[in-house]
């Protein structure tokens, strides 16, 4: 592990828009872990370092108490894959506590904290402005509360969170952050 | 858009998809040991039907994982899809498409 981290930044991106009844807002800096293990290395543990890593693929399970730090947060994106958001300082923490949990058993977790944004797309109609780009239903009985999957959204890949029946938050790797959040404001600019 | 049945994801649209070509061709165990033109069609020759088709597809921008698919290469229709490692389902291609 990397005692400083330089890339760990946001990129230079000009302040929150809010076009219509849909706001797009940058999320604060967020502690984000790439974490890949067989479930049968698991053998049976339901909770890893507080993190519930039982739910099906493409959900979210959020765990722990209050709104920031100490909550952790799990994301099923695969079969034997996961990403596990925490507070942007307490990333080695986690890693530290995660590998402790699972010695022995092998496994992959890997800091990519600087290396995604996060936007947040709330408001009536937040479905609407994401499906512009993003091809998969987004109705409330095929993408539901709790759900989280990668996808993509224009060109560029993207992990979509659905946190309220008209609040998202779109991932993408920091380079595309400039198209993702111009995808979406030109989005909700123009609805249709 | 055509939706593809992902093992693992369910229902996704095509555009998420990449096709990994024709499924089910094993490595010969011993390469040095097969004749130049056994190593040729291993490497080279597909059978390429008109009708059902096993294919390898990787769900890229999804779960990440390869998976097998029988398309019917007249209609495009997928008629199953199934994990890697699993033999080739009996289906014909009249059988109900798994994206229906």
Same mark, same amino acid.
């Given at each position: 592990?990397?005692?400083?981290?330089?890339?760990?930044?946001?990129?230079?991106?000009?302040?929150?828009?809010?076009?219509?009844?849909?706001?797009?807002?940058?999320?604060?800096?967020?502690?984000?872990?790439?974490?890949?293990?067989?479930?049968?290395?698991?053998?049976?543990?339901?909770?890893?370092?507080?993190?519930?890593?039982?739910?099906?693929?493409?959900?979210?399970?959020?765990?722990?108490?209050?709104?920031?730090?100490?909550?952790?947060? %799990?994301?099923?994106? *695969?079969?034997?894959?996961?990403? =596990? @958001?925490?507070? $942007?300082?307490? &990333?080695?923490? /986690?890693?530290?506590?995660?590998?402790?949990?699972?010695?022995?058993?092998?496994?992959?977790?890997?800091?990519?904290?600087?290396?995604?944004?996060?936007?947040?797309?709330?408001?009536?109609?937040?479905?609407?402005?994401?499906?512009?780009?993003?091809?998969?239903?987004?109705?409330?009985? %095929?993408?539901?509360? *709790?759900?989280?999957?990668?996808? =993509? @959204?224009?060109? $560029?890949?993207? &992990?979509?969170? /659905?946190?309220?029946?008209?609040?998202?938050?779109?991932?993408?790797?920091?380079?595309?952050?400039?198209?993702?959040?111009?995808?979406?404001?030109?989005?909700?600019?123009?609805?249709? | 858009?055509?939706?593809?049945?992902?093992?693992?994801?369910?229902?996704?649209?095509?555009?998420?998809?990449?096709?990994?070509?024709?499924?089910?061709?094993?490595?010969?165990?011993?390469?040095?040991?097969?004749?130049?033109?056994?190593?040729?069609?291993?490497?080279?020759?597909?059978?390429?039907?008109?009708?059902?088709?096993?294919?390898?597809?990787?769900?890229?921008?999804?779960?990440?994982?390869?998976?097998?698919?029988?398309?019917?290469?007249?209609?495009?229709?997928?008629?199953?899809?199934?994990?890697?490692?699993?033999?080739?389902?009996?289906?014909?291609?009249?059988?109900?498409?798994?994206?229906?």
């Amino acid at each position: 592990m990397l005692e400083v981290n330089v890339a760990r930044r946001a990129p230079a991106l000009s302040p929150v828009v809010s076009q219509a009844s849909v706001a797009i807002a940058q999320s604060a800096p967020q502690g984000r872990l790439a974490f890949r293990i067989r479930p049968a290395a698991l053998a049976g543990r339901s909770d890893i370092d507080g993190f519930d890593l039982t739910g099906p693929i493409n959900s979210r399970i959020s765990a722990g108490e209050g709104d920031g730090a100490g909550r952790r947060t %799990a994301l099923r994106l *695969g079969p034997d894959e996961w990403l =596990l @958001l925490v507070g $942007a300082d307490e &990333v080695d923490e /986690r890693s530290e506590a995660i590998g402790a949990a699972l010695s022995g058993a092998a496994f992959s977790l890997v800091d990519v904290s600087h290396r995604d944004v996060t936007f947040e797309v709330t408001g009536e109609g937040a479905d609407v402005v994401i499906n512009a780009g993003c091809p998969i239903d987004l109705s409330a009985k %095929a993408f539901p509360v *709790g759900s989280a999957t990668r996808t =993509l @959204l224009g060109k $560029a890949e993207i &992990v979509l969170q /659905r946190l309220g029946p008209d609040s998202f938050t779109v991932t993408s790797w920091r380079s595309f952050a400039p198209y993702v959040r111009g995808f979406l404001i030109e989005a909700a600019r123009h609805p249709h | 858009m055509l939706l593809i049945d992902c093992p693992y994801c369910g229902k996704r649209p095509e555009v998420e998809f990449h096709c990994g070509g024709e499924a089910h061709i094993a490595r010969p165990e011993t390469p040095a040991a097969v004749e130049d033109a056994d190593w040729g069609s291993f490497l080279y020759y597909r059978t390429n039907p008109k009708g059902l088709h096993a294919e390898r597809w990787l769900h890229g921008h999804g779960c990440g994982r390869w998976f097998n698919a029988l398309r019917d290469t007249v209609s495009d229709a997928f008629v199953a899809t199934y994990e890697m490692g699993r033999p080739r389902p009996d289906r014909d291609a009249a059988s109900q498409p798994s994206n229906a």
